[in-house]
Every structure is written in structure tokens, then in C-alpha cells.
């Protein structure tokens, strides 16, 4: 009878672990998307930390954007199947799992225009790539350190799957100070099937400059 019982304990306790460890399991679908949209918002770089703004303010030297290249699914998505990994056949269970999706062409370039003067090295119309940095780590408590150029943003952003949405999000920061009243930018984003899209950011009153 003990025998009986211990063992019971030990089964018990073994399926316990079983279910206490066993993962959500997400089936590797990945939804394939186009790039059909870009959206520049406003960032406020005054302090440490870059943080999203409705204001059309900026500092002289805190000019910074966030930049969305949205795109489309061209795929009908279908539900995923989620279930525990040890009782498939005792029990089902829904688990969050993040879409991942993967864009059908690559971002061959991504320039910046101003479309005002900043200051006697840059005039309206000018191709300031260059004169931007990005950032990748949104969320990085120090985007300090992860200041990277255009060209290596696009290293980065391409080829790489996207999780939740078929979005890729980066900040841009002007490295020149805004020596004028305002400031506007176009940017322009190239794909690998020739297709390009573009978007303006706000005109942003310059302040600071006193």
C-alpha cells in the first residue's frame, strides 16, 4: 500500500513538473510583407532621453525624429496553432505569440532633404544624409551609445524579421545646429524592386537660437 502511494506521489509530481515547465509552443509561420508607407514623427531630444512629441518645437542643436517604414502583409494570415508542448492531446492552451514577418524587398537607401536652410553649409534642397545619425535602440536607457550612420542603419534593418508588425522603427538625430527660424526635412526610401516612397516631417520652429 505504501509502495502504491509512493509511487502515485512520484507520477503525480513528475507530470506537476511537466505541465509547471512545459512552453507555449508557436508554429514558425513568417507572413510575407511590402513597404507601402513612411511616417516621420517628432522627438524631443532636449534631455537625456529621446522621447516622442506633439510639439512642433525643437531646440537648435536637439533636432531628432522617429522614423516608420510601415508595410502591408501580402499574405492572408491564417490563426497559428498554439498548444502546451507535453499535452497536446489532454489539453490546449492559447498562448501570446508574436506574427513574425519578413519584408519581400530590401530598403536599398534611405536619404534626407532639407527643404529649409540650416546654417551657410547646408541650403534648401540639399542632401543631408550625412548629417544624420541613428539609432536602433529605442527603448535603450543610454541611445548615447548606439549612435550609428545612415549606411550602417541599413545593415542593421535589412534581412532582419520583424515581430509583432511588419514595421521597422529607428531615430534619426542632426548632428549641425539649426542656425535659422525653422526647419523641415523629406525623407526618401529606396527599395530593392525600384519602388520609392517618401514623407515630410513637420515644419519645426527653432528655438534656442537666441
Not at 532621453?49 to 501580402?74: D, K, L, T
Not at 542632426?174 to 525600384?194: M, N, W
Amino acid at each position: 500500500m505504501k509502495r502504491t502511494v509512493k509511487a502515485f506521489i512520484v507520477i503525480s509530481l513528475f507530470f506537476l513538473l511537466r505541465l509547471i515547465t512545459s512552453c507555449c509552443n508557436c508554429t514558425d509561420i513568417t507572413y510575407r510583407f511590402s513597404y507601402v508607407d513612411v511616417i516621420v514623427n517628432n522627438i524631443n531630444n532636449s534631455s537625456q532621453w529621446s522621447r516622442p512629441s506633439n510639439e512642433n518645437q525643437m531646440y537648435a542643436e536637439g533636432v531628432a525624429f522617429e522614423v516608420q517604414i510601415v508595410g502591408c502583409s501580402i499574405e492572408s494570415s491564417s490563426v497559428k496553432k498554439r498548444s502546451l508542448a507535453s499535452f497536446k492531446t489532454l489539453s490546449a492552451q492559447s498562448c501570446d505569440c508574436d506574427d513574425i514577418y519578413a519584408s519581400v524587398h530590401e530598403i536599398s537607401s534611405i536619404r534626407i532633404f532639407t527643404l529649409e536652410k540650416i546654417n551657410s553649409k547646408y541650403n534648401a534642397g540639399d542632401d543631408v544624409t550625412d548629417v544624420f545619425l541613428a539609432n536602433t535602440c529605442i527603448n535603450c536607457d543610454d541611445v548615447g551609445s548606439f549612435y550609428i550612420s545612415i549606411d550602417e542603419l541599413l545593415t542593421r534593418i535589412n534581412g532582419q524579421p520583424l515581430y509583432d508588425k511588419p514595421e521597422n522603427r529607428f531615430l534619426v538625430y542632426l548632428k549641425e545646429k539649426v542656425e535659422y527660424d525653422t526647419a523641415q526635412f523629406e525623407f526618401e526610401i529606396s527599395l530593392s524592386d525600384g519602388q520609392v516612397i517618401t514623407a515630410r516631417s513637420e515644419l519645426i520652429l527653432i528655438i534656442g537660437n537666441e
